[in-house]
């Protein structure tokens, strides 16, 4: 049978782990079907079945969509995060690495056959309307999404800019569904935004790490940092930021780290095993730097926070995150579909595994104070851990919209959340110490 020959995968595209993924590049590889002792009787009772379908099943059903349901169920009962992808869906994933593509704006997740918002993207349709983390998504106009799988139910989400998609949504606390009528939009995610909240103590919000992250972090603080360019203290937002590429989780981490390893993956393969080092080469040294955590700050996030509190580089403040610690590689097939797997596990450089435990915050502290500028109804934090099948460890919270023209509202609004409050008393406790210890008179030994 054909769905049994070899067969030679392309050259694979980028990287990028996202609470739902990621993508390995620059590699050419090459695979082949070796089966060994009972394999072969397992896929003579595999074809054996496809025959007996074929043949009694109540309506006709083509072969092809035979061998697509099975492909689909052997990767789904692996992990959350492995799955098939259509050569639709592998063109969208492409797309959203470059932060532009069509939708709702939400990262969404399957957790006991239900689907569930991770937390919707700021300023997008779904976060205007109020979608919540924590939502269960039980119906997509009239279909019930339980079952449905995670990328048919990201399939039928999204379509051409301008239509609508009406969804059913429960949320703890409601006895009720909650019914939104959401209107599709080209989403833009804006990564990176930068803020000086008070003279030389920078604010820099990271919503997902995309193509020019790092640099654009870069720009950002020379554009709307201190004139001076000194820079007394850092808060870096990381909070329900769920992934993205990378190479640019490296890149960030390697900003305010000079030397040292940032993160390590462990496969069974030798290629899958990777190191990846800072380098001193305008790296940020000489101010004092807090991050910002929540259960929504997911894989390339948790590599930036494990990175710098493995180092004693920054104080992570906030809630537990998310828990992703799994490398989804991107196979494409000659078919231009392609597998997404689950290959290796990243570890910080202490050698701890983030898989369904995420980072520690040195300060936790929730965001109570916040929600109440959210939507009514408490929200349910969801983690890797609470993922059925999700792999075992080896050993409240959006961000408010800061969108506006006026710079003193887009300060003021930020300065009115708490974990920030705390983060920038923190960084002003530094400078005074440094100071002390500059003015302190020097004594002779």
Same mark, same amino acid.
């Given at each position: 049978m054909t769905f049994f020959r070899r067969t030679r995968y392309a050259k694979l595209l980028c990287v990028i782990v996202l609470a739902g993924g990621l993508f390995v590049t620059g590699a050419l590889v090459s695979h082949g079907l070796a089966v060994g002792g009972d394999g072969y009787e397992s896929l003579e009772t595999f074809a054996n079945i496809l025959a007996i379908v074929r043949k009694n099943y109540v309506d006709e059903v083509k072969t092809q969509e035979l061998v697509d349901g099975a492909i689909k169920g052997m990767l789904g009962s692996l992990d959350p995060h492995s799955a098939y992808l259509t050569e639709e869906l592998y063109k969208d994933l492409q797309t959203e690495t470059q932060g532009r593509f069509g939708g709702l704006g939400i =990262? @969404?997740? /399957?957790?006991? #056959?239900i689907l569930t918002v991770v937390s919707p993207i700021e300023d997008t349709p779904a976060a205007r309307v109020g979608i919540q983390p924590g939502d269960q998504i039980f119906k997509i106009e009239d279909d019930l999404t339980k079952d449905m799988g995670l990328i048919e139910a990201v399939k039928r989400l999204r379509g051409p800019t301008g239509s609508s998609v009406n969804i059913s949504v429960k949320r703890k606390g409601s006895n009720k569904l909650l019914n939104f009528k959401i209107v599709r939009d080209v989403i833009k995610i804006r990564s990176v935004r930068s803020y000086e909240l008070k003279p030389g103590f920078v604010y820099v919000r990271l919503a997902q790490f995309q193509e020019n992250s790092a640099a654009d972090i870069r720009g950002a603080v020379a554009k709307g940092g201190p004139k001076d360019g000194k820079v007394k203290g850092f808060i870096l937002d990381l909070r329900n930021n769920p992934g993205g590429l990378l190479t640019q989780a490296v890149k960030v981490s390697d900003l305010f780290l000079d030397s040292g390893l940032i993160v390590y993956t462990d496969g069974r393969l030798d290629h899958q095993k990777q190191k990846f080092?800072? &380098?001193?080469? #305008?790296?940020? %040294?000489?101010? +004092?730097? @807090? %991050?910002? /955590? &929540? !259960? *929504? !700050?997911? !894989?390339? !996030? =948790?590599? %930036?926070? *494990?990175?710098?509190?493995? $180092?004693k580089r920054a104080i992570v403040l906030g809630t537990q995150t998310f828990g992703k610690g799994s490398v989804q590689t991107i196979l494409p097939l000659n078919d231009r579909s392609a597998l997404r797997l689950t290959t290796a596990?990243?570890?910080t450089p202490n050698g701890r595994s983030i898989q369904a435990k995420g980072i520690e915050p040195d300060i936790v502290m929730e965001r109570t104070a916040v929600e109440a500028e959210k939507p009514a109804g408490p929200r349910?934090? /969801?983690?890797? =851990? &609470?993922? +059925? *099948? $999700?792999?075992? &460890? +080896?050993? #409240?919270?959006?961000?408010?919209? %800061?969108d506006s023209d006026a710079e003193e509202s887009v300060t003021q609004r930020i300065m009115r959340d708490p974990q920030v409050k705390r983060a920038l008393e923190l960084l002003k406790g530094w400078e005074v110490f440094k100071q002390l210890g500059e003015t302190e008179p020097k004594k002779a030994a």
């Amino acid at each position: 049978m054909t769905f049994f020959r070899r067969t030679r995968y392309a050259k694979l595209l980028c990287v990028i782990v996202l609470a739902g993924g990621l993508f390995v590049t620059g590699a050419l590889v090459s695979h082949g079907l070796a089966v060994g002792g009972d394999g072969y009787e397992s896929l003579e009772t595999f074809a054996n079945i496809l025959a007996i379908v074929r043949k009694n099943y109540v309506d006709e059903v083509k072969t092809q969509e035979l061998v697509d349901g099975a492909i689909k169920g052997m990767l789904g009962s692996l992990d959350p995060h492995s799955a098939y992808l259509t050569e639709e869906l592998y063109k969208d994933l492409q797309t959203e690495t470059q932060g532009r593509f069509g939708g709702l704006g939400i =990262e @969404v997740t /399957v957790r006991d #056959g239900i689907l569930t918002v991770v937390s919707p993207i700021e300023d997008t349709p779904a976060a205007r309307v109020g979608i919540q983390p924590g939502d269960q998504i039980f119906k997509i106009e009239d279909d019930l999404t339980k079952d449905m799988g995670l990328i048919e139910a990201v399939k039928r989400l999204r379509g051409p800019t301008g239509s609508s998609v009406n969804i059913s949504v429960k949320r703890k606390g409601s006895n009720k569904l909650l019914n939104f009528k959401i209107v599709r939009d080209v989403i833009k995610i804006r990564s990176v935004r930068s803020y000086e909240l008070k003279p030389g103590f920078v604010y820099v919000r990271l919503a997902q790490f995309q193509e020019n992250s790092a640099a654009d972090i870069r720009g950002a603080v020379a554009k709307g940092g201190p004139k001076d360019g000194k820079v007394k203290g850092f808060i870096l937002d990381l909070r329900n930021n769920p992934g993205g590429l990378l190479t640019q989780a490296v890149k960030v981490s390697d900003l305010f780290l000079d030397s040292g390893l940032i993160v390590y993956t462990d496969g069974r393969l030798d290629h899958q095993k990777q190191k990846f080092s800072a &380098n001193k080469k #305008g790296t940020w %040294v000489d101010f +004092p730097m @807090v %991050v910002l /955590v &929540n !259960s *929504g !700050s997911a !894989s390339a !996030s =948790e590599i %930036v926070a *494990g990175a710098l509190q493995d $180092h004693k580089r920054a104080i992570v403040l906030g809630t537990q995150t998310f828990g992703k610690g799994s490398v989804q590689t991107i196979l494409p097939l000659n078919d231009r579909s392609a597998l997404r797997l689950t290959t290796a596990k990243y570890f910080t450089p202490n050698g701890r595994s983030i898989q369904a435990k995420g980072i520690e915050p040195d300060i936790v502290m929730e965001r109570t104070a916040v929600e109440a500028e959210k939507p009514a109804g408490p929200r349910e934090q /969801v983690r890797e =851990e &609470n993922l +059925p *099948g $999700h792999l075992e &460890n +080896p050993g #409240g919270d959006t961000l408010p919209n %800061v969108d506006s023209d006026a710079e003193e509202s887009v300060t003021q609004r930020i300065m009115r959340d708490p974990q920030v409050k705390r983060a920038l008393e923190l960084l002003k406790g530094w400078e005074v110490f440094k100071q002390l210890g500059e003015t302190e008179p020097k004594k002779a030994a």
